[in-house]
């Protein structure tokens, strides 16, 4: 596999690459990056639990499965994902993501396209949960976040948010076009479309990703001279950033405060994510205001987007980092006086802008802290413990449900967990890296690289 390359680099007469400042080009080949991004998130709705409850009743009806043994794939999807992700990570620091999303996205529409013939859940569960869950990895936000940190170091917020505005379109545009698909054809038609949408979407968008901008002879931002990161620690030269092995990432203590604050706040978050619709049916609210919230609280999610993405530019200040598990707190507050519409409908709002910023701050603080070069590496490390604690969530709040008969003690605890979140965000501070490099050193196989001190 050979690193993405576009046109050769200034050289000097040494060979070296120049360090003479750059012409500003009017148009930088980032945002490229940014709209290949956006068309690959835009086509991961069919891997969300949202979609994923849509076939509950027409499985039921052909096979007789319940919704727990249905449901069980997603648990299986994303213990399939951490496995996966821990070796993508690295591949995207040292290959780039074009030959990674093209084989994502070729693997993932021929998943679909297979569960069109399957009669037996063992089938659902390979192809669906090991399968696809596979390809997904491959195209999914560990590659284009990734890559997009390596393309933005002062405009990085705004250009992840922008991205990931697709994925809360994704729900919107594609729920509805779930639910009229099964009405007139069947669900081996909704399997056929998500295939078709997956090529169509993904792999126009793999030929227009890059690995990182010097490989175009550019900087970020498409500035003209290095862009210094104020979250970053200070190295020799401007041209030179950190560069880590697994190893070193485990040791730093920044790390664990990161995983911990995420990963505790992931497990909340799925939790509430997947018992809002039968919480909000117990309290008596009919079945058209829960769908009409819940359409809201994803556009809440997406208009909020752009303001989270100026505040993430500011992650290095305390505050920042903590404000959106905050907001998923008093959101989650707000919920258990939701019983009255005003509350329940400023709880969604609160809370979804808080989801929002959740995940681009986590995706900003991440390449703040360990720089570039090595953040395929780096954010791969933290999947096993992020992605334990996501399945965790909603085993977690139905168990509670059962126990108690209500979701009330469930989300005080996740109030818990949110503050926990926030206050872990406040206090992780940079790491030390004990090494430095330069972009440069990433495409060259005999160069500084994190694989090698694996």
Known sequence: MAPDKGPAKPTTTAGEPSSAPRKRQRYFYGWNIVGASFLAHLSYSEQ??????????????????????????????RTVEAGIGMLVGPLIDRYGPRLLMATGAIVVGLAMLAITQIDALWQFYFLRGVVAAAGFTLMGGLVTNVVISKWFIRRRGRAIAASSTATYLSNVIFAPITVWILAGSGWQSVFFVYAVVTWALVLPAAFIMRRQPEDLGLLPDGAEAPVTNPAEPAADAATLEPIWNRREVLATSAFWLLVMGSSVANLAFQGINISL?????????????????????????????????????????????????VFQALGSFLFLLAEEPLFLWIAVLIYGMGIAGAQIIQEVVWANYYGRLSLG??????????????????????????????????????????????????LVQPPKPRRYGTAADMGSPGGVHPLHSL
Do not use: K
Request: hydrophobic residues 55%; contains cysteine; charged residues 10%.
């Open 48 to 77: 969300y639990t949202t979609i994923l409850g849509l076939f509950f009743r027409p499985f039921q009806q052909q096979f007789g499965w319940s919704r727990t043994e249905v449901s069980f794939v997603q648990s299986l999807a």
């Open 377 to 426: 590496l780096v954010r791969s490390a933290a999947f096993p413990v992020a992605f334990g604690f996501s399945a965790g969530g909603p085993v977690f709040m139905n168990a509670i449900f059962d126990l108690t008969g209500s979701y009330s003690p469930a989300y005080m605890l996740f109030i818990g967990c949110f503050v926990v979140g926030a206050v872990l965000m406040w």
């Open 277 to 325: 619709a039968p919480y909000m049916q117990d309290l008596g609210h009919s079945d058209t205001l829960v769908a009409t919230v819940l359409t809201v609280r994803a556009f809440a999610m997406a208009l909020s987007l752009a303001s989270w993405g100026f505040v993430a530019e500011r992650a290095y200040r305390p505050w920042a980092r903590a404000l959106p598990f």
